[in-house]
């Protein structure tokens, strides 16, 4: 267990509305990510953080964006949700392995339905 | 990261071996292999990863090839609780995130 939550675990949104999702991880990783996964794309990176307000795009930032004021939160905005953004949304945080190896651990999800 | 090529689906009978095979054959010769699992809707689980010699804890055995082109994921004794979707995935060090392809559905019979 890496000691990561999300919340909320569960939203419903109406399209223009700002929504905030929250990554809390008690373990001090560095490293901290936000996937979105869809149907028929597996999962996507948004973006991620390497250190406080050190933060950096994924392959599918357009419309998010992510602060990190301390190591244990990772926070993902949605300025004005669109149904496009309709999606279940993972964090995860990397873990130094063996060698030059990482692996990555991720919270339980979020379940975004914008209407 | 090099691309990996895994079959869609596969069965296995409970208490029997499940191995789900992983193409990867451009392979670097600085990238690990690295399996992960997602379980029905929950986030996805880190598994093993290796970079060329076999390797083995609690949850599985993973085989690499001696040329690193194709990997086995050995899961020695199926449950029904070890139904999900199966990752394979190469990538070197470094912060980038991994990427995840389509995977492998394993339903495990009763």
């Known amino acids: 267990d890496a000691g990561i939550t999300q919340s909320p675990r569960h939203k419903v949104t109406e399209t223009g509305t700002p929504v905030t999702l929250r990554c809390h991880q008690t373990?001090?990783?560095?490293?901290m990510y936000w996937y979105r996964q869809d149907p028929g794309h597996g999962l996507r990176l948004i973006h991620y953080s390497y250190g406080v307000k050190d933060t950096d795009k994924g392959e599918v930032s357009d419309g998010y964006s992510v602060s990190r004021s301390k190591t244990e939160d990772f926070l993902l905005t949605l300025e004005s949700a669109t149904s496009s953004q309709t999606s279940v949304y993972f964090c995860a945080i990397r873990e130094t392995g063996t060698g030059s190896s990482y692996e990555q651990y991720f919270g339980p999800g979020t379940r975004l339905t914008v209407t | 990261d090099a691309k990996t090529t895994q079959p869609p689906s596969m069965d296995c009978a409970e208490g029997r071996a499940a191995n789900l095979p992983c193409n990867h054959s451009?392979?670097?010769?600085?990238?690990?292999v690295y399996w992960y699992r997602q379980i029905h809707s929950q986030g996805p689980q880190y598994i093993i990863h290796?970079?060329?010699n076999n390797e083995t804890n609690e949850m599985a055995s993973l085989i690499i090839t001696e040329d690193r082109k194709s990997s086995t994921l050995i899961l020695p004794h199926a449950t029904l609780r070890d139904t999900a979707v199966y990752y394979c995935i190469v990538s070197a060090t470094g912060r980038r995130a991994l990427t995840f392809g389509s995977g492998t559905r394993l339903q495990v019979q009763p």
């Open positions: 290796g970079l060329k």
């Open positions: 451009t392979i670097s010769g600085n990238e690990y």
């Open positions: 373990e001090n990783h560095r490293y």
